[in-house]
């Protein structure tokens, strides 16, 4: 759907998606940790199967747990290829069609490695025994070789009476931290090919990281993106690379003996890269507008796989694409996209760049594949469904994957709007707008306000769990889409750069406006909060109103001088503000910490203990202050945990305490 500014009157336009009446209970804070989410769907090279990943909150062990399975394309089977009591994923048919490989972790401690299922029958076998374990893996054309990407072994610890001796970390990188990772060192990222036997052979080096990996269709060359700049943390400038795999006699490239050459020259990020099927053009992922830094669109380009002009395709359809894949006759371009709410799959043309959209309801797509006849298979989501597996065949869809069907039988949902309205200066947002299970037409209700990540990012129509935990309880939800967001074009996105918390709250304010004028919230029992950037945000609202009785700052940022070489964001924050100690003004007009002084709304600050994307230390800095003026304020930090919780018990705990808060101030 497009915006429409034809009316300076409230304006809604309205797409709903009711539950079975029939149905019975609510989606429960414990029912919502025993949902299961696949991704990474591989057809077989027969078109028979589709192999996925399935992931799950192991309860009893309080782990978070994936599972490789396989289904079959006619609908008629679903099996688990893997064990339920260790982590397996990525999983990757051999061209010929003979092996499902994995990777896997399957003793506590133990670095993960590729493993190999034989489809005539058997226990799946160890493929590959790497002492620091294998980060990827790509099966050559020939189904004899395997591109592993590996990180450079680092030396064996001392160790004292059986035990690793700690040792200090030595850092000289500018980009010196990583959330989920740590203290970055130099140990790098790169690829190395793989027979099976002996020890693999590397082909990339240099002190960078090396992603991304693609075979050509012939099996001589592999593209990849690195930044190979003389100092690739001080920018965002990767490019497609490519390296030899074989030489011109037929042998396989060797550490001595193997061509690498530059494809692209763009001084943004390159990206993605995928082999056109006759192997002449490379498509990727573009970001040509560097000024912008995250909130330009990306867009899709090809450059000729021998190196030349690049072309950009999409340069007219203004908006973020993903995850290029050339057709099997090489005519279209197939990406995900980001677009007004939604998650669409597109093809385009590979010489005009018209851009046809394949999936047009109102649904997320996350990951797709196709076979050689042109059938598609898509990991995807829609607002009653959590993420699973389909197959595209002639504009039909069919869902596969069916791991939520027996909890979500007897759970009646919240109903979902996707609404507009007038924002203060009167351009049109969108936001979905959940309901209570068994929600009366006029009645007015407790309502939230739960901003989104990002900023560049977008509410969408696929499931939600959040929101529908917090309807079940008895809140409306209100899930925005303010100034930032993705989805919307680039002005709509760059218009918050350098200048948080003025054009998103006008937006995020008109929401609670809309959905007061609506008659379904009240309000006089409204609520805010959210995780990231919506922590952020909801940390903007509470200095700049007192509308609300009750919010909720996740994992957020209040004091940004504070975060300088503390966070991971040093380059976008030296490209949107400047360097503190030059523009301090810039980073001080947008912090929020110097307005606590005007919050009178009770507030739950939250986060993980080992968060280096938005730390700690400003949640501690926001709970202080709103303790010290004596606002009431509790300050909740998970142990262990970054910035996505994904402990079993802390994901219950965070949604029961999100529920318990509000119900206290709200109810």
């Not at 993605?272 to 867009?299: E, F, L, Q, R």
């Not at 894949?325 to 990406?335: C, E, F, L, T």
Request: glycine fraction near 8%; hydrophobic fraction near 35%; charged fraction near 25%.
């Amino acid at each position: 759907m497009r915006y429409r500014r034809m009316f300076s009157a409230l304006l809604a336009v309205v797409i709903s998606y009711g539950g079975n009446a029939a149905e019975v209970g609510t989606l429960s804070a414990n029912d919502a940790v025993k949902l299961q989410y696949t991704s990474d769907p591989h057809i077989s090279p027969d078109g028979k199967w589709v192999a996925y990943t399935v992931s799950r909150n192991d309860l009893e062990q309080d782990l978070q747990r994936s599972q490789v399975w396989i289904a079959a394309t006619d609908g008629s089977a679903e099996l688990a290829m893997s064990g339920a009591d260790y982590s397996a994923s990525s999983p990757r048919w051999s061209p010929d069609g003979k092996y499902l490989a994995f990777l896997a972790e399957k003793k506590d401690g133990e670095n993960s490695q590729v493993w190999l299922l034989d489809r005539r029958g058997g226990e799946a076998r160890q493929y590959t025994r790497i002492k620091q374990g294998v980060d990827a893996f790509v099966w050559a054309p020939n189904s004899e070789n395997m591109l592993l990407t590996l990180t450079d072994p680092k030396p064996e610890p001392e160790k004292i009476d059986g035990e690793d001796k700690p040792m200090p970390w030595v850092i000289d990188r500018l980009q010196f931290k990583e959330d989920g990772v740590g203290y970055l060192d130099r140990y790098r990222r790169h690829f190395y090919l793989y027979d099976g036997d002996g020890s693999p052979v590397q082909i990339t080096f240099g002190d960078y990281d090396d992603t991304a990996p693609a075979w050509s269709p012939d099996g001589k060359w592999i593209a990849f993106t690195s930044n190979r700049t003389e100092e690739p943390d001080s920018n965002t400038n990767s490019d497609i690379w490519v390296v030899s795999a074989m030489l011109e006699d037929g042998k396989a490239a060797t550490a001595e003996n193997h061509e690498l050459r530059r494809i692209t020259t763009n001084p943004g990020a390159d990206h993605s890269p995928a082999w056109s099927p006759d192997g002449k053009w490379i498509a990727y992922v573009s970001a040509v507008n560097t000024s912008k830094i995250w909130y330009a669109t990306n867009h899709l380009a090809v450059s000729p796989a021998a190196g030349g002009e690049a072309r950009l395709l999409t340069t007219a359809y203004d908006r973020p694409v993903y995850t290029p894949r050339y057709a099997p006759d090489g005519r279209s371009i197939y990406i995900v996209s980001e677009d007004d709410g939604q998650m669409p799959l597109l093809a385009v043309d590979a010489k005009s760049g018209k851009v046809k959209r394949v999936t047009e309801d109102q649904s997320v797509t996350y990951a797709f594949d196709m076979s050689g006849d042109g059938m598609m298979v898509l990991n995807r989501s829609v607002p009653d469904q959590p993420d699973a597996i389909y197959t595209l065949k002639k504009g039909k869809l069919q869902r596969l994957s069916h791991q939520n069907d027996n909890l979500l039988a007897s759970i009646k949902l919240a109903s979902v709007k996707e609404v507009q309205f007038p924002s203060a200066d009167g351009t049109m947002i969108e936001a979905f707008i959940y309901f209570p299970p068994g929600y009366q037409e006029g009645k007015r209700y407790p309502t939230l306000l739960r901003p989104h990540g990002g900023p560049v990012a977008q509410h969408d129509s696929g499931f939600y769990a959040e929101a529908q935990v917090l309807a079940a309880a008895g809140y409306v939800v209100i899930a925005p889409n303010p100034r930032g967001s993705t989805g919307y074009g680039e002005d709509f996105s760059a218009i918050l750069f350098a200048n948080w918390g003025v054009k998103d709250f006008e937006d995020v304010m008109a929401a609670v406006d809309f959905a007061v004028a609506e008659g379904y919230a009240d309000p006089d029992k409204l609520g805010v909060g959210g995780w990231s950037y919506g922590g952020i945000l909801t940390n903007y609202v509470i200095t700049k109103s007192t509308r609300f009785k009750a919010a909720i700052s996740g994992a957020s940022e209040v004091l940004y001088r504070a975060n300088y070489g503390h966070d991971i964001y040093q380059i976008i924050w030296e490209q949107e503000l400047g360097l503190p100690w030059e523009t301090p003004e810039a980073w001080e007009r947008i912090s929020p910490f110097n307005d606590i002084g005007k919050v009178t709304t009770p507030t739950l600050v939250i986060g993980g203990k080992e968060d280096w994307n938005v730390p700690i230390q400003n949640s501690e800095q926001l709970y202080q202050g709103l303790r010290r003026r004596g606002i009431e304020t509790l300050l909740v930090v998970y142990p262990g945990e970054t910035h996505s919780i994904v402990r079993p018990s802390f994901v219950l705990d965070r949604y029961q305490r999100y529920i318990n808060w509000y119900d206290r101030f709200l109810k």
